[in-house]
Nanobody, 126 residues
Framework: QLQASGGGLVQPGGSLRLSCAASGSLFSIYAMGWYRQAPGKEREVVSC????????YCPDFVNGRFTISSDRAKRTVYLQMNNLKAEDTAVYYC?????????????????????WGLGTQVTVSS
């Protein structure tokens, strides 16, 4: 189970940090990442992927304004979003692969993951 939190309303140029905690039985090596979906658009990956063995795997196209971090002891990942823009408005989802796949899968953009959280709304507006 994945529980995401931290969404809300923020002004353009502001920052927001999302968090996502994984619960339940997991393989020893798992990976987590963040996606978003705006109305009328396809789901897209917005972060690097963080592996429980300490690896971080980044698609080339990931936005430098968004940074993933993790607390492995808490099985939690965070998404720090800076200099937010109106076009960042979307529902943000954390996702989990357990077990983790080959790092190349995440570097290529990880079209799908094994488990998905419910999502948290982020609205950027003045």
């Amino acid at each position: 189970q994945l529980q995401a939190s931290g969404g809300g309303l923020v002004q353009p140029g502001g920052s927001l940090r999302l968090s996502c905690a994984a619960s339940g039985s997991l393989f020893s090596i798992y990976a987590m990442g963040w996606y978003r979906q705006a109305p009328g658009k396809e789901r897209e990956v917005v972060s690097c992927f963080s592996s429980s063995d300490g690896g971080t795997y980044c698609p080339d196209f990931v936005n430098g304004r968004f940074t993933i971090s993790s607390d492995r002891a808490k099985r939690t990942v965070y998404l720090q979003m800076n200099n937010l823009k109106a076009e960042d408005t979307a529902v943000y989802y954390c996702a989990l692969d357990s077990p983790a796949r080959n790092p190349r899968y995440y570097r290529s953009g990880a079209l799908d993951m094994h488990w998905w959280g419910l999502g948290t709304q982020v609205t950027v507006s003045s």
